[in-house]
């Protein structure tokens, strides 16, 4: 998962916008506490599967400096020149993440196209699901892998591995209704403790065998691809788990800003996991690879520093999961936003940061799910066939929607556009297709719940558009209802009543009804419409729009990106400074309560109507997600055949 939340930074300047040199430091500490958590604890696992995992080859000589070759590269091409060099520039009002870039996608099509989920929607969509599924893995596979440390200094500690790790995720998702701002600002410090203690671990095996560096020489990479035939290509599936997390440094560009990123990674984070990739290396070289079951504890083995590492590797791996797991929070508020999900609880945790929240429903999901991933695997090994599969699949979606940017936005030559496209989609298929034989060592895990959510976005999404067909059918014109309405001369009491309605035209249905039912109407009617742009922040000044409608009627539509939750009593307090005034406590919020039949004409199949009611029973009322006051909401209860 690799698009986590606001973090505590949130007021901290970004974009550029530093005043000196220790401010960028400080915000470049933050970021390399949430950016690179998952990515910097790579070195755990990722070696270990290339030279000594199921599916590694024997680290001979050739091979060690081979695997080292791709391991470098990977980094420097996938990192350094796709993400840090060109896709940090495509930022969405300041935001990134694949979301981010699908609404920007969105943003160059016509109001026509909009009307349609669009293949590069569609891409995006599942490109979601994967990072759900990477989510799941990321905590298993990083705690997992930190806690088998253990097993290095005695094979005692075999029988509590596994109950330690679930202990570990257990509490780490039990804490996060109290939300990270407490503990977000020593991230940072953590992490850079990690980095500089990895880095210097490295470096002291690199010089008793300095012939590993060598292997910045991409002919070492070349040659054992050729040498190794098949099976060279197929590790590419463990070299690419040097690489997850990349995402994060796209997704977290809104957090932090392109410059204090690109200066965690060339500063702290690549130095010091080259010097540890190559200090394994080394090490390999050095001692008898039947000996050595985990690389990067056998670094610390022969000194007094295993068990600390052990605990230093089990706080960055829980460093590591709290950015996955803020991101799939973040990721399912988007997609609320955006109408690709049903409404949740959204708990803001923090006064200062907006975008500190707490999804409970999305919270106890991956917990149950990350439990039962460590059950069904039982190791970092087993778990790392399942990992990579959807890591690549994400940054291939990524490079396509960025090549579609580059073209439709931001207008640049085809022939250059397409060249890069090739170039990125060369590397992340290659990668992606080297993982494919994970499939049945559990790489259907990450595609599984790419699917589902895939599944369940799409059925949201269609499933309120055809709702909304069959409410618009019922509505009438503004001036045919207001000319009734003063003809047959409604009783008006005192008040405002506020009618939330999807469509910014026309008179909605729940009014209708209420008219038809209760034979009244308030001194003051608000119709009001709440709009998700395909930005992430709208300004205060453009986001309101006040018409008076005569006869005590008012037209309000409020603009919200869709990292905003829209709070309704804020919105019409802001409406005073456009002449419509209200009281809270003479207020009342009428909303709609659907009930869904599927017998209707649809062009729905009926399994996604099922679906679809599933999901309307179980969303959050609108009650919560509108802030609306509960003692001042009337539902009225209206019948939709689908």
């Given at each position: 998962m690799?698009?986590?939340a606001?973090?505590?930074?949130?007021?901290?300047?970004?974009?550029?916008?530093?005043?000196?040199?220790?401010?960028?430091a400080?915000v470049?500490?933050?970021?390399?506490?949430?950016?690179?958590?998952?990515?910097?604890?790579?070195p755990?696992?990722?070696?270990k599967?290339?030279?000594?995992?199921?599916h590694?080859?024997?680290p001979t000589?050739?091979?060690?400096l081979?695997?080292?070759?791709?391991?470098?590269?990977?980094?420097?091409?996938?990192?350094?020149v796709?993400?840090?060099?060109?896709?940090?520039?495509a930022?969405?009002?300041?935001?990134?993440?694949?979301?981010?870039?699908?609404?920007l996608?969105?943003?160059?099509?016509?109001?026509?196209?909009?009307k349609?989920l669009?293949?590069?929607?569609?891409?995006?969509?599942?490109g979601?699901?994967?990072?759900?599924?990477?989510?799941?893995l990321?905590p298993?596979?990083?705690?997992?892998g930190?806690?088998?440390?253990?097993?290095v200094a005695t094979?005692?500690?075999?029988?509590?591995?596994?109950?330690?790790t679930?202990?570990?995720?257990?509490?780490?998702?039990?804490?996060?209704r109290?939300?990270?701002?407490?503990?977000?600002?020593?991230?940072?410090?953590?992490m850079?403790?990690?980095?500089?203690?990895?880095?210097?671990?490295?470096l002291?095996?690199?010089?008793r065998?300095?012939?590993?560096?060598?292997?910045?020489?991409p002919?070492?990479?070349?040659?054992f691809?050729a040498?190794?035939?098949?099976?060279?290509?197929?590790?590419?599936?463990?070299?690419?788990?040097?690489?997850t997390?990349?995402?994060?440094?796209?997704?977290?560009?809104?957090?932090?800003?392109?410059?204090?990123?690109?200066?965690?990674?060339?500063?702290?984070?690549?130095?010091?996991?080259l010097l540890?990739?190559?200090?394994?290396g080394?090490?390999?070289l050095?001692m008898?690879?039947?000996?050595?079951e985990?690389?990067f504890?056998h670094?610390?083995?022969?000194g007094?520093?295993?068990?600390?590492?052990?605990?230093?590797?089990?706080?960055?791996?829980?460093?590591?999961?709290?950015?996955?797991?803020?991101?799939?929070?973040s990721l399912?508020?988007?997609?609320?936003?955006l109408g690709?999900?049903?409404?949740?609880?959204i708990i803001?945790t923090?006064?200062?940061?907006?975008?500190q929240?707490y999804?409970?429903?999305?919270?106890?999901?991956?917990?149950?799910?990350?439990?039962?991933?460590?059950?069904?695997?039982g190791?970092?090994s087993?778990?790392?066939?399942?990992?990579g599969?959807?890591?690549?699949?994400?940054m291939?979606?990524?490079?396509?929607?960025?090549f579609?940017?580059?073209?439709?936005?931001w207008?640049?030559?085809?022939?250059p556009?397409?060249?890069?496209?090739?170039?990125?989609?060369?590397i992340d298929?290659?990668?992606?297709s080297?993982?494919?034989?994970?499939?049945h060592?559990?790489g259907?895990?990450p595609?599984?719940f790419?699917?589902?959510?895939?599944?369940?976005?799409?059925?949201?999404?269609?499933?309120?558009l055809e709702?909304s067909k069959v409410?618009?059918q019922g509505t009438?014109?503004?001036?045919?209802f207001?000319e009734?309405?003063?003809t047959?001369?409604?009783?008006?009491?005192?008040?405002?009543?506020v009618?939330m309605?999807?469509?910014?035209?026309?008179?909605?249905?729940v009014l209708?009804?209420?008219?038809?039912?209760?034979?009244?109407?308030?001194?003051?009617t608000?119709?009001?419409s709440?709009?998700?742009?395909?930005v992430?922040?709208?300004?205060?000044?453009?986001?309101?729009?006040?018409?008076?409608?005569?006869?005590g009627?008012?037209?309000?539509?409020a603009?919200?990106?869709?990292?905003?939750?829209?709070?309704?009593p804020?919105?019409?307090?802001?409406?005073?400074r456009?002449g419509?005034?209200?009281?809270?406590?003479t207020?009342?919020?009428?909303?709609?309560?659907?009930t869904?039949i599927?017998?209707?004409?649809?062009?729905?199949?009926?399994?996604?109507?099922?679906l679809?009611?599933f999901l309307s029973?179980?969303?959050?009322?609108?009650?919560?997600f509108?802030?609306?006051?509960?003692?001042?909401?009337?539902?009225?209860g209206?019948?939709?055949?689908?």
């Amino acid at each position: 998962m690799s698009e986590p939340a606001r973090h505590p930074t949130q007021s901290l300047p970004t974009h550029g916008h530093y005043q000196n040199r220790r401010e960028l430091a400080g915000v470049s500490l933050t970021a390399l506490g949430v950016v690179y958590g998952d990515i910097g604890t790579s070195p755990l696992y990722a070696m270990k599967e290339c030279l000594t995992g199921t599916h590694g080859t024997t680290p001979t000589h050739d091979n060690v400096l081979g695997v080292l070759s791709l391991v470098f590269w990977a980094l420097t091409l996938v990192i350094c020149v796709k993400y840090l060099t060109f896709v940090l520039r495509a930022d969405n009002k300041g935001e990134g993440g694949i979301q981010a870039l699908a609404a920007l996608v969105a943003s160059t099509r016509n109001g026509s196209a909009r009307k349609r989920l669009a293949i590069p929607i569609l891409f995006a969509l599942f490109g979601t699901g994967l990072l759900y599924g990477e989510g799941v893995l990321t905590p298993a596979i990083s705690v997992l892998g930190a806690v088998e440390g253990l097993n290095v200094a005695t094979s005692s500690f075999e029988p509590v591995i596994l109950p330690i790790t679930i202990g570990i995720l257990i509490a780490l998702f039990t804490v996060q209704r109290f939300g990270t701002h407490r503990i977000g600002g020593v991230f940072g410090w953590v992490m850079l403790v990690w980095f500089v203690t990895i880095g210097i671990a490295g470096l002291t095996w690199i010089v008793r065998a300095p012939e590993v560096l060598e292997a910045v020489n991409p002919v070492y990479a070349v040659k054992f691809i050729a040498n190794n035939h098949l099976h060279g290509f197929l590790l590419l599936g463990s070299v690419v788990l040097v690489i997850t997390g990349g995402e994060a440094l796209y997704a977290d560009m809104g957090h932090f800003g392109r410059t204090p990123i690109r200066l965690a990674w060339y500063a702290i984070v690549m130095p010091g996991l080259l010097l540890n990739y190559f200090g394994q290396g080394a090490l390999m070289l050095i001692m008898p690879y039947d000996t050595v079951e985990s690389p990067f504890f056998h670094l610390f083995k022969n000194g007094p520093f295993l068990y600390p590492m052990v605990v230093l590797a089990t706080m960055a791996a829980v460093i590591a999961s709290q950015a996955l797991i803020s991101g799939a929070y973040s990721l399912t508020n988007q997609a609320v936003q955006l109408g690709y999900a049903p409404r949740v609880t959204i708990i803001h945790t923090s006064a200062k940061a907006e975008g500190q929240i707490y999804i409970p429903e999305v919270n106890y999901l991956l917990m149950a799910a990350c439990v039962a991933t460590v059950l069904l695997f039982g190791s970092s090994s087993k778990l790392a066939g399942a990992y990579g599969v959807a890591v690549t699949g994400t940054m291939a979606i990524t490079s396509f929607l960025y090549f579609l940017v580059r073209k439709d936005l931001w207008k640049k030559p085809l022939a250059p556009s397409v060249v890069m496209l090739v170039l990125f989609l060369t590397i992340d298929l290659t990668f992606f297709s080297s993982t494919l034989f994970k499939i049945h060592h559990g790489g259907w895990l990450p595609l599984t719940f790419g699917a589902v959510v895939f599944i369940a976005m799409t059925t949201w999404w269609r499933g309120r558009l055809e709702m909304s067909k069959v409410m618009d059918q019922g509505t009438l014109p503004d001036e045919l209802f207001l000319e009734d309405a003063e003809t047959v001369a409604l009783h008006r009491v005192r008040g405002t009543a506020v009618f939330m309605t999807s469509n910014p035209g026309g008179i909605p249905n729940v009014l209708m009804h209420h008219v038809k039912h209760n034979q009244v109407l308030h001194k003051q009617t608000v119709l009001l419409s709440i709009h998700t742009e395909s930005v992430p922040w709208v300004g205060s000044d453009a986001s309101l729009t006040v018409r008076d409608l005569g006869h005590g009627f008012w037209r309000v539509v409020a603009r919200v990106g869709f990292m905003q939750t829209p709070n309704v009593p804020r919105i019409l307090v802001r409406c005073a400074r456009h002449g419509l005034e209200t009281e809270p406590a003479t207020t009342t919020y009428y909303l709609g309560r659907q009930t869904l039949i599927t017998t209707g004409r649809s062009g729905m199949a009926k399994w996604r109507k099922m679906l679809f009611g599933f999901l309307s029973r179980n969303a959050r009322p609108p009650t919560d997600f509108f802030a609306l006051p509960p003692g001042r909401v009337v539902e009225l209860g209206v019948q939709i055949e689908l």
